[in-house]
Each structure stands twice: as C-alpha cells, then as structure tokens.
C-alpha cells in the first residue's frame, strides 16, 4: 500500500522562502513555522542517528544595543529544557548560531551538556564566533556547513578587544620612557579613559579563554590521545592571537582550521542541504517575528527570547496659559 503521506516543504535558498512567504501572503503562524522547521530538524537526526538540540539567534543584521542576543546566564534555563528533553545520555548533536557572549555562561553551558551527554557534536550552519567557538570547541567534533565560519576567541571589554586596551598601555609606555615626561600630556586621555585595574581584568579575560577552551580540548576532543598538548597549544594560540586576526570578527574558515588537527569537518552535500534548510528557516524566522533567541528540538521545546525596539517620535509641546 502505497504512503498518502505529503512530502515536506523544503527550502533550498533563501528564495524558496521569499517564494513561500509571498504565496501565503501574510497568512501564517508560528506553530506552522515550527512544523516547517521541526521537520527539517527530524530529516538531520535520521541523517545523523543522534538528537538534535537547537540554540540560534538573530545576529548578523545590525541589531540594537541591549539585544538580549548573545551568551548569558538565562539561557541556563533554555539549555536545561533542551537537555531534559531527550531521553538517553549517550550522543547529541548541538545546532549553534551565534555570535559569542560571556565566558562563564559558556561554562556553565559546557558543564549542561557534559553533565548528561558522553558525546556532544557541534554543527555549525552559518556562523558561531567568539564565546560561540568556544562552546564548538568544547565538543567531540564540529561540523561546518561550506559557508560556515568560527572567530577569534580573544575577549572584549564593553566591545573593545583586550588586546587593544592592553597595547594602547604598552605603546604609552614605550613612548614615555624613550621620550621623557615630555610625552605624557599626549597619553593622559587614554590614562584617564582605562584605570589600571582594566589591565588586570584585560590579563585575566585572555587567561580565563585560554584556559577554558585548552581544558575543554583535552577532556574532549583530543581526549587520550597522545601528543595532544602540542596541538592544543597551537590551536588555542592561534584562536586567541587577536595581533593575527586584527578585528574580533574576522572569520576563520575551514581553509584557515586545517593545520591544528581539530576535529572539524565539512558537511557532506546531504548534510549542507539540511544545515542550510535549517539556517534558512530560522533566520527567516526571526526577520518576520519579535524573536532575537530560540530553543528548540524535536521533542517539545520551542520557545525563546523576543525583543522589540520602540521609536518615540517628537512629542508636541503643550502651551502653558499665562498664570495672571
């Protein structure tokens, strides 16, 4: 008996959603989203033979600032679900689209995932930097669709590199002491803009960065095997050398990931295709809901973080009468 059973909706580019939206022509909601979404999620488990965990957020759009877009303690909540939602312990792969966040939710985020799974593979479709990488990097493998990227891992303060604080520092210091007290009026806006303690916290933020993503390497993806420290050593080195990348955001491809030995690997062409379906269908999402965050799996969850800027115009002015 043959199977009645439609086959799904699938979207190869982003013009088979522009082409979906405008036949529906407004007429849609959020759990038929879902529905698209979830099946395209169940597609790579099978591909797979493992769960699925979705963590993405809207990033690459300029977005304003206090988008509660990035890594934070909250999404401990969020991570709980997802993990409390698939039975076993055994291997679970984690679909991440981000653009970093905080070191220490990224910690806690690790100790989750380890905490009730033995094996947890990233798959990157578009882009994961900074505390995003660092998540990927805490993982048995990643898998990068071919448009896909990770970043740099040195950290920033209130948006500025660490890198930069320190070396403003340095240069100050070098210029000084070969110049003489003479050079000092030029240097004391910069003096005045950093305290001292910065410095201490711009020493402290590398370390920490090195220190996770090296303990993570080692306990994970380099697990027993022999020689490793030299090739966690590189990798961490080269991650965390913003004096080689020049800007926290510069992308580092496959191409640039060959020579350290990481895990990492391009998605065959039926995994690019689901991966790229997946993007598409999330992000697509987020440019026509509130939603900046998502969590979601196959198995129930579906929720997230929603965000919506509001411009107040000019407001007239009232006239005051003249008090006699």
């Not at 799974?117 to 990097?137: C, D, G, Q, R």
């Not at 689901?274 to 965050?293: R, T």
Request: contains cysteine.
């Amino acid at each position: 008996m043959e199977s009645t059973q439609q086959p799904r909706t699938k979207f190869k580019t982003a013009q088979d959603w522009y082409n979906f939206l405008q036949s529906k022509q407004g007429r849609i909601s959020g759990p038929e989203l879902f529905e698209l979404r979830k099946a395209c999620y169940a597609e790579i488990e099978t591909l797979r033979g493992r769960p699925l965990l979705i963590y993405a957020t809207k990033f690459l759009e300029g977005m304003p600032p206090g988008t509660p877009n990035f890594i934070d303690l909250s999404d401990v909540d969020g991570f709980t679900d997802l993990i409390n939602s698939v039975k076993g312990n055994g291997s679970v792969d984690v679909l991440l689209h981000s653009p970093g966040g905080r070191p220490d939710a990224t910690e806690r985020l690790v100790g989750l995932l380890r905490g009730k799974f033995k094996e947890v593979n990233f798959l990157i479709p578009h882009s994961a930097y900074s505390a995003a990488t660092m998540l990927a990097l805490s993982g048995n493998s990643i898998v990068l669709h071919s448009s896909a990227i990770l970043g740099p891992i040195d950290p920033q303060i209130n948006g500025v590199p660490t890198r930069s604080i320190k070396r403003g520092f340095e240069k100050a210091k070098e210029r000084i002491a070969k110049e003489g007290p003479e050079a000092l009026p030029a240097y004391i806006p910069l003096i005045e803009k950093y305290s001292l303690e910065l410095l201490e916290l711009c020493d402290d933020s590398e370390k920490l960065s090195k220190e996770l993503v090296s303990t993570w390497l080692k306990k994970y993806m380099f697990n027993g095997e022999k020689g490793a420290d030299k090739k966690i050593k590189k990798a961490v080195s080269y991650f965390s050398d913003y004096d080689t990348h020049l800007m926290h955001s510069r992308p580092l491809p496959m191409e640039k990931l060959t020579a350290f030995g990481l895990k990492i690997e391009l998605a065959d062409e039926t995994l690019q295709d689901l991966l790229w379906e997946a993007y598409i269908l999330l992000n697509g999402f987020f440019n026509v809901s509130p939603f900046v965050k998502l969590y979601e799996s196959a198995y129930g969850v579906s929720w997230g973080k929603q965000f919506q800027q509001v411009v107040i115009g000019p407001q007239p002015q009232q006239k005051l009468k003249p008090q006699q």
